[in-house]
Structure formats: C-alpha cells, structure tokens
C-alpha cells in the first residue's frame, strides 16, 4: 500500500510547488478565529518521545479546525505491554482514528505506518530522519520575517549529524533555493552532509558561516545521543556557542532561529535567546498556524 493521500511523511519527496502551496494556505490560518474544516475528525497524536511545542502545537491547530484529538503515548498505553507499532497503528485506526500525527525514536516508522494504513500520516519527526513540520513552520517564519527565501544565505550551526529538525531544513531550504551553510565539528557535522543538496556547503568556522548569514539557525546539541562520540562540551562552547559578539559577524539584519528546546549556556547564552534578533517564540507561535494547514491538507480541505 502507499502512503494515504495528504500523508506528510518527509520534505525530500515534497515538490517546492507544494511546500509554497502548504506555507500560503497557512497565511490563512487563525487560531483565534476557528474554521470547522475537520469538523468531525479525529486526530490521533501517537507520540513515542517527548515533545512539548510539536505536540501541543498540532493539538491546538487540531482543535481550531474542530477536530477531536487523542493523545497516545509510550507511557501509560498498551506500548508499554509491548504492542507493535502496526498493531498499534491497527487498533487506532479501529478506534475511529482520521489522521496520525507520530513522533518515534526509530528513522521511517511514520513511512512504516503509512505503508500498512489506510488514513494520512504525519510525521512529528522520526529518529535521525525528518521533522518536516518543523521545516515548514521555520521557512513560514523566515518568509515572514524575510519576504523571500531564494538567495538568502543561512547558517545552520550545531549538532547536524543527529538533527531530523537540519535533514528537513536542508531539503526545504535548498529546494526554495536559500545557499545553507553547515557548521559544527566533524563529529557533529560530517563532510557527507554537504550532499544532502548541491548547493550546501561545510564549514568547522563559525566566523566563515556567519559571514552575510541573512538566517543564523542554531540546533541543540543533543547530549542523550553523544554516547560514544568524543565531544568536548566545553571546546564546543569555546569555538561554537552563539553570543551576542559573535552574531554580529552575520549580517545587521539577520534573524536567529532555533528549533527549540534550547539550552542556555550551551549552544547560545541568554542574552542571545532573549536577544533582539531572536525569533525563537515566534517559530513556536508559527507552529500553530503551519499545523493547521498540515492538517487541513491532510483531510483535504487545503483549497
Ligand atoms: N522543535 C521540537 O520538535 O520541539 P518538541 O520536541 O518540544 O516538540
């Protein structure tokens, strides 16, 4: 079987076409003035990790469309007795389930999941892979703050190698024709990461990344997944962690993102985070609207 129709699995196999499609419909998209387009529907959020803004963020877009929304997740339901993710997948679907919403720890169980149902699937990132609602809430937020996405140069600074948060960012970027650079130590930025699109380059510098950065997008660096990689988190902070000194090499205007959570002291100082050109809320706030039409998409009411 393939994926259902308005299924969002990954922005790899998105057209740029499409993804400009999904960014202007969520220009339409309120919160505070709901639209019953899923009136009737039940959502399923199937969540297997953590998460606090893709989660609350896809239930609040959900709920403005006048969706029911159920919550699943590892603790507390039938995963813990051991049921499969397909038997999992099965029994929801069974329930009533419209549309699942997953996040896993293991890369393509959302296409998994796509492959054996026959309702949408959204990813909410999976493992090393993609998180491709996150990549379309932070092209919404450039845009907005930007206007454009063609041409401009943005930095993607941090822990690369285990972020499905850059994979996803790297597709969307490139296929909107932004110049991305990569920039972190070989450990967290192998030199294969260049090939994601030809238009990506590696850098160890940050100086050389943020050199006429119209984007500064910060990733975490995700500490649960260093076991076995020789990082040295303070040599980390010396060469990497974004201060207000060192953001002023990209340019006047430059914008500065991160997916969240962040971790002050470690990839950016509070001063930074709370700075003025942070837009860390603002992708949080953005989250809600691009999950509207995620979803409106996904029953297909994206018109
Ligand atoms: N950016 C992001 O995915 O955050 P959560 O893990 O809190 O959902």
Same mark, same amino acid.
């Given at each position: 079987?393939?994926?259902?129709?308005?299924?969002?699995?990954?922005?790899?196999?998105?057209?740029?076409?499409?993804?400009?499609?999904?960014?202007?419909?969520?220009?339409?998209?309120? =919160?505070?003035? &709901?639209? =019953?387009? *899923?009136?009737?529907?039940?959502?399923?959020?199937?969540?297997?990790? =953590?998460?606090?803004?893709?989660?609350?963020?896809?239930?609040?877009?959900?709920?403005?469309?006048?969706?029911?929304?159920?919550?699943?997740?590892?603790?507390?339901?039938? !995963?813990?007795?051991?049921?499969? %993710?397909?038997?999992?997948?099965?029994?929801?679907?069974?329930?009533?389930?419209?549309?699942?919403?997953? @996040?896993? =720890?293991?890369?393509?169980?959302?296409?998994?999941?796509?492959?054996?149902?026959?309702?949408?699937?959204?990813?909410? #990132?999976?493992?090393?892979?993609?998180?491709?609602?996150?990549?379309?809430?932070?092209?919404?937020?450039?845009?907005?703050?930007?206007?454009?996405?063609?041409?401009?140069?943005?930095?993607?600074?941090?822990? !690369?190698?285990?972020? $499905?948060?850059?994979?996803?960012?790297?597709?969307?970027?490139?296929?909107?024709?932004?110049?991305?650079?990569?920039?972190?130590?070989?450990?967290?930025? &192998?030199?294969?990461?260049?090939?994601?699109? &030809?238009?990506? $380059?590696?850098?160890?510098?940050?100086?050389?990344?943020?050199?006429?950065?119209?984007?500064?997008?910060?990733?975490?660096?995700?500490?649960?997944?260093?076991?076995? *990689?020789?990082?040295?988190?303070?040599?980390? !902070?010396?060469?990497?962690?974004?201060?207000?000194?060192? *953001?002023?090499?990209?340019?006047?205007?430059?914008? %500065?993102?991160?997916?969240?959570?962040?971790?002050?002291?470690?990839?950016?100082? #509070?001063?930074?985070?709370?700075?003025?050109?942070?837009?860390?809320?603002?992708?949080?706030?953005?989250?809600?609207?691009?999950?509207?039409?995620?979803?409106?998409?996904?029953?297909?009411?994206? @018109?």
């Amino acid at each position: 079987m393939s994926a259902a129709r308005g299924s969002l699995l990954g922005i790899e196999s998105l057209e740029a076409a499409e993804i400009l499609k999904i960014l202007k419909f969520a220009r339409r998209m309120n =919160p505070n003035k &709901p639209r =019953p387009l *899923l009136k009737g529907k039940r959502i399923f959020l199937l969540f297997y990790e =953590p998460s606090t803004r893709t989660r609350s963020s896809f239930e609040i877009a959900a709920k403005s469309l006048g969706a029911q929304t159920v919550l699943v997740q590892t603790m507390g339901s039938s !995963i813990e007795k051991g049921e499969s %993710l397909l038997d999992t997948g099965y029994t929801l679907r069974a329930v009533g389930a419209d549309v699942i919403v997953i @996040r896993h =720890p293991n890369s393509g169980a959302p296409y998994v999941m796509a492959q054996h149902i026959d309702i949408p699937v959204i990813n909410a #990132g999976d493992g090393l892979h993609e998180h491709p609602s996150q990549a379309l809430l932070d092209a919404y937020t450039i845009l907005s703050n930007k206007r454009r996405i063609q041409g401009l140069q943005i930095a993607i600074i941090g822990d !690369i190698f285990h972020s $499905r948060v850059a994979r996803s960012a790297c597709h969307l970027l490139t296929k909107l024709g932004a110049k991305v650079i990569l920039c972190g130590p070989p450990e967290l930025v &192998p030199d294969v990461a260049a090939t994601l699109a &030809p238009t990506i $380059r590696v850098t160890r510098h940050l100086e050389d990344a943020l050199r006429g950065a119209d984007v500064v997008m910060l990733l975490r660096v995700q500490k649960e997944r260093l076991a076995g *990689l020789r990082i040295d988190l303070s040599e980390y !902070i010396a060469r990497y962690q974004m201060t207000p000194a060192r *953001l002023k090499t990209a340019k006047k205007d430059a914008i %500065l993102m991160h997916p969240g959570p962040i971790i002050r002291g470690l990839e950016l100082t #509070g001063e930074i985070a709370d700075g003025p050109q942070s837009r860390i809320l603002e992708e949080v706030h953005n989250g809600v609207q691009t999950r509207m039409a995620i979803l409106a998409r996904a029953v297909g009411k994206m @018109r």
